[in-house]
């Protein structure tokens, strides 16, 4: 990728053209607020100035509710070769661009899975995706060269590519961004007008709880009105759980000991759910660096073919977790490197074998 234009420029469009500018990819910032875009520039993102031709990649990273009115807009204006977006939901912001009539091969949904609670260009670092997966949503008909362009993309953001379906995405980030989100703002609600003599002693512990809480809440209206269904169920499960918890608390306060004994048994229940879930939360950069097999599957210059491969490897249930191509010099002919998961590499090979591919395992 020599050139790539980033509309919106806050945290994630200015974090995402920093990585671009420092790997030498010519950067253009364009934002509805000139300031942005220029902020974004003086913090070395690249420049606010409109590109004289076609860019290679434009990355929109505007508020979900307004992804689809860009990229449709930019796609008529014809500025880039291809186009994806950052938006924290996938399923709407695709069928919406759908209902525009845009052509959906050049476009690919994509979401980083790192943020922070802050807005603005001036919250954004160069860093903030390293190690953090970054999910593709390629479908059968995404061109081939415009899911390379994303793969280039997500390599200069030191992240890790995932690809996932657009919907099955966002019932994934329901269960571990979005509803978390709102329970952060529940707890942290709870302090808006308690006692001073209380909230100064706040330690760790309700800090890391509510940090996210004091996100921007106009994204999170966006966010969550693109996904309520997934959420609400989710919610609806978590007020069942506080039902019981607080069931269990009420008998901790009798004066019957079988009721107290039933009491703490219902507590000490939710304490070591609450163990076994935590436990499966990869740290802040993913879980410790993990060893994966490599599938090897040999292509041809055809369009479509890696999105073809994705669409496979999807509809055999496996996750490919990180992915190199390379090209073999002078000819029409490459191999793409899937990385899987040991246990899934046998599935994978014959899955593809099956639908016509040649692999090498
Ligand atoms: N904040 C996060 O943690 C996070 C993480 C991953 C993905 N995302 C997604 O990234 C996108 C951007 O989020 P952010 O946190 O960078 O928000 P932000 O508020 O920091 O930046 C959004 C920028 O978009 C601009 N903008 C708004 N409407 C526009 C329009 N119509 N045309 C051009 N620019 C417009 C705003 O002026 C602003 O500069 C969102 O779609 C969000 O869902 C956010
Ligand atoms: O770390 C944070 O501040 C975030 O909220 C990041 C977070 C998340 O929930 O993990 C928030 C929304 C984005 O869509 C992706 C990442």
């Known amino acids: 990728m020599r050139t790539a ?59 979900p509710a307004h992804v689809a009115g860009v990229l449709g807009d930019a796609m008529r204006r014809g500025v880039a070769y291809g186009y994806l977006d950052v938006a924290s939901v996938k399923g709407g912001p695709r069928r919406e661009l759908e209902a525009l009539g845009a052509d959906l091969s050049r476009y690919l949904g994509t979401h980083p899975m790192a943020g922070r609670e802050k807005s603005g260009p001036l919250a954004a670092s160069a860093e903030l995706f390293e190690g953090r997966p970054w999910v593709l949503t390629p479908t059968r008909d995404t061109d081939t060269e415009v899911l390379n362009l994303a793969l280039e993309l997500v390599s200069h953001c030191r992240a890790v590519p995932v690809v996932m379906d ?33 909230v100064r002693l706040s330690g760790g512990g309700i800090r890391d709880v509510t940090r996210i809480a004091a996100s921007d809440p106009r994204m999170w209206i966006d966010i969550l009105s693109a996904n309520p269904g997934p959420v609400a169920e989710l919610l609806s499960d978590v007020a069942a759980d506080l039902d019981e918890t607080v069931r269990a608390l009420r008998a901790l306060e009798s004066g019957d000991d ?104």
């Open 5 to 63: 234009l980033v509309i919106g420029t806050g945290l994630i469009g200015t974090s995402v053209a920093m990585a671009l500018a420092q790997r030498g990819v010519v950067v253009h910032l364009a934002d509805h607020d000139p300031e942005q875009a220029r902020t974004a520039a003086a913090l070395g993102a690249g420049t606010d100035e409109a590109p004289e031709g076609v860019v290679d990649l434009a990355v929109v990273a505007a508020p």
């Open 166 to 198: 657009a919907d099955a995405h966002d019932r994934a980030v329901a269960l571990v961004s979005h509803m978390p989100h709102l329970v952060s703002s529940l707890v942290a609600a709870r302090l808006e007008h308690a006692e001073e003599s209380a």
């Open 258 to 361: 079988e009721k107290r004994r039933t009491g703490a048994a219902g507590i000490e229940d939710v304490l070591r759910r609450g163990n076994a879930g935590q436990i499966r939360v990869p740290g802040k950069h993913g879980s410790a660096p993990r060893v994966y097999e490599v599938v090897g599957v040999l292509i041809d210059d055809q369009p479509g073919q890696l999105a073809r491969i994705f669409a496979d490897a999807g509809r055999a249930g496996v996750n490919v977790e990180d992915v190199r191509i390379e090209h073999a010099t002078g000819q029409q002919a490459g191999l793409v490197q899937l990385m899987v998961e040991p246990k899934a590499a046998p599935l994978l090979s014959a899955a593809l074998r099956e639908r016509g591919w040649g692999v090498r395992q």
